[in-house]
């Protein structure tokens, strides 16, 4: 099994391209299911998720290649219904593709994607949703067994909570679905927002209507087009950190800062330097890093996947700062590991008290899930001598080449066998 070993201190210094987004590419690949006609993709990061996403369009049917930095996918006679647990199993995107395969057959057996380290994320959001279209279904032997007996009809719902998948997967579904459909209290990430862009392109019917209200008329006709996804915000933010914790100065580009405003806002406030430009940040780190108290939230809120980053560095804050979690119920796995590197943290039910003024101390560290392992990585990276980073499969299904940008800005990593 792979590791990375990491040899601290180092103070980063250059520039890092940032990479398609991992979360936008992930449903755009499964509403390409819409279409019978070649889709072009661009700017898809090089991650493991992208992959078992791939190898579920191609296991469903759709012809998928790679010509120079485009994906090809062509779905002329993609027929397919049945998204197995192998494929499923390892990344809870693949429950995206019901959606789209509903929409377009009108039948689909999906696996359930089961729990994950982070909680127990169910999809009963997203099965609610597409009741309401017209959807039956049965959970048998670890499957959702789904059927549109009259095809998907429009509908007006509510989510009883934000869901980033379950918005995706009812737009998906119901840009075919006969009628107007209203998505009211939908997820805004900006990934969403790139996924409607998409839509939109490839000819479907949406319309934002309020801040989470969504209006979709179903379409017949789906156009060929060319999409390049949007950059990754959370790897952006995740180098912004890095550079703000070794008190180095990183050039972050291929960026939209005003997507990120929320996690620029909370670094100049501790202290960071950070200047934007249209497609690029500047970001010098300082000695001094002021304590701050956090709750993630849904967008425009503090993102659940930048907690750990953000635990590591406030682990060097003058004082006392909390981080309280607020999507996810089990999202404090890296506590554990970092206490093992002199970390001070304390987990009070869904809230982490994080001591100040802490000098971490190189160990042997074990991933747990994909943002845990880059909290890690960070940990390692101002941490004197050798740290190994072990089970790093969790970083390398959403980090492109993760030990190749931090090299290139004079980190000390490695990856071992
Ligand atoms: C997506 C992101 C993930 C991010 C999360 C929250 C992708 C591929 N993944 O995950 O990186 O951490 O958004 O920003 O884009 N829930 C239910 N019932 C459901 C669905 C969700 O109760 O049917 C709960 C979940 O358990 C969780 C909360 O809603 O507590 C938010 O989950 P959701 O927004 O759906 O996350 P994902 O789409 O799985």
Not at 68 to 90: E, G, R
Not at 257 to 279: A, H, R, S
Request: contains cysteine.
């Amino acid at each position: 099994m792979q590791k990375l070993e990491v040899f601290g201190i180092n103070k980063l210094k250059g520039q890092i391209d940032i990479s398609g987004s991992k979360n936008a590419s992930l449903p755009v690949l499964a509403a390409t299911l819409l279409s019978d006609k070649k889709i072009y993709l661009r700017n898809l990061p090089k991650v493991k998720d992208i992959e078992t996403m791939i190898n579920l369009l191609r296991s469903l049917g759709s012809k998928v290649k790679f010509v120079k930095k485009n994906l090809i996918i062509d779905n002329c006679n993609q027929n397919k219904k049945f998204a197995a647990y192998k494929l499923v199993k390892t990344m809870r995107a693949g429950i995206l593709v019901l959606g789209p395969l509903l929409a377009k057959f009108g039948y689909a057996k999906v696996s359930l994607p089961g729990g994950c380290a982070i909680g127990s994320r169910p999809i009963d959001l997203h099965l609610k949703g597409l009741s309401k279209l017209g959807v039956q279904y049965k959970i048998d032997q670890g499957y959702v067994h789904a059927v549109a007996p009259r095809g998907l009809k429009g509908s007006n719902i509510r989510f009883s909570k934000i869901s980033v998948g379950a918005t995706e997967n009812l737009i998906i579904a119901a840009c075919l679905a006969k009628g107007t459909t209203i998505l009211n209290n939908c997820a805004i990430e900006p990934e969403i927002k790139d996924l409607t862009s998409f839509l939109i392109k490839l000819g479907c019917n949406i319309k934002w209507i309020a801040k989470r209200s969504i209006k979709i008329v179903g379409v017949k006709d789906i156009k060929q087009i060319r999409y390049s996804v949007m950059f990754d915000r959370i790897e952006a933010c995740t180098y912004l950190i890095a550079a703000a914790i070794t008190e180095g100065r990183l050039k972050i580009k291929n960026v939209i800062p005003n997507v990120i405003k929320t996690e620029i806002d909370i670094l100049k406030k501790i202290g960071v330097k950070i200047v934007t430009k249209k497609k690029e940040i500047k970001v010098i780190g300082n000695k001094k890093i002021k304590s701050i108290n956090i709750k993630t939230a849904p967008y425009p809120g503090f993102p659940t996947d930048l907690q750990a980053q953000f635990m590591v560095l406030l682990c060097k804050a003058d004082k006392e700062s909390f981080i309280q979690e607020n999507i996810f119920e089990n999202r404090f796995m890296h506590v554990a590991e970092l206490n093992r590197m002199g970390a001070q943290i304390k987990i009070k039910g869904n809230k982490v008290l994080v001591k100040g003024n802490i000098t971490f101390a190189a160990a042997e560290l074990m991933a747990t899930d994909l943002r845990a392992s880059v909290s890690l990585i960070l940990a390692a990276l101002t941490a004197k001598g050798r740290s190994v980073i072990n089970r790093i499969y969790h970083l390398d299904r959403g980090y492109e080449g993760i030990e190749k940008k931090l090299k290139k800005v004079g980190a000390k990593i490695r990856r071992i066998n």
